[in-house]
């Protein structure tokens, strides 16, 4: 007998076993023990406590049902687990190749996928999201060098020319920070949003200045100030002296010590580029360092085209 059975069968003899005396009050309890299989003492606690009845849910109807999240995890895991506004725009786009490999939809379930919103798209992939934390780690380590010679900068609203950078990176590790693997650097230009991507093995600093020297070749303007966030990879002595040592230096800042990850523009454009387009996946080994550099290189060309594109 189930659940349901049982609250009815209860709700059944309960006004009788309150109007019977104590002989006839043992032979129902003994019925109700054989039916329902309870201890005897349980039986007589529900027999003596009124039951209650089942409340409906408060708040209106639901509306979205496993049909729709069905279609609806099938696409935000296909899509790097995109944020719920993107997925919002991309719904229509990619719906009919979902109903291609997977079959038509009724009318009712597609319209409701193109008509939910995003807030409802997070309130639906909640459990979701807990099952499938894939959307990279923070490999950020606070660096203790310089930071008394590197001053910090609080605002950018005086900044009114391009040649001022700001610098983030992304780690391509999976689920583990463990070992060596890839790591993409995202550098912006705060002023016209110019955006260049490269990628190093480790973050050690030789190849992060290494980097930085290759992109100062290639900008279309003149560098002439670098910001960072405080991480260790960024705070070194070859860093500082390659900005400072020539005959125009460049001024080097950094953001808050309480705020280890910056809140940059660069870090806006990275969650757009690594965590959308190339994926926080792990990347490791020779040829998974050449596939990320021309992946970030593309992407680079990309954000110099739609220089908009950036995470909401």
Known sequence: MGSKS?????????DRYQRVGRPF???????FCSVCGYARKYAIGLLSRKPRQRRKRPGPRRRYDSEVLEPLKFLWLKSEQMCSKRLKAALP????FYEHKHGTLTDA??????????????RLLKKTRARYPGKGLCGTRPGRLLKVQIPIRTDNRDIDRPGFLEADTVAHCGTSM?????????FTDIFSQWTENRAVWNKASTDVLRELKDLERDLAFELQGFDVDNGSEFL????????????????MTRSHSASVSSTSRAKSCRCSISDVMISCRRESGVFS?????????LCSLRLRIFPSWSSP
Not at 6 to 14: G, M, S
Not at 178 to 186: C, V
Not at 243 to 248: E, F, H, K, N
Not at 289 to 297: E, H, L, W, Y
Request: glycine share 2%; charged share 25%.
């Open 6 to 14: 049982k609250k009815e069968y209860l709700l059944a003899i309960w």
């Open 93 to 96: 786009l990619w719906l009919p």
């Open 289 to 297: 360092i050449r596939r990320t550099v021309s992946a970030v290189m």
């Open 178 to 186: 463990a070992g060596s693997f890839i790591w993409s650097i995202t």
């Open 25 to 31: 009050k043992s032979k129902i309890l003994d019925e």
């Open 236 to 251: 070194t002595f070859h860093l500082w002296r390659y900005l400072l040592d020539r005959p125009r230096p460049i001024s």
């Open 109 to 122: 379930v597609r319209k409701k996928l193109l008509r939910i919103s995003p807030a409802t798209i997070d």
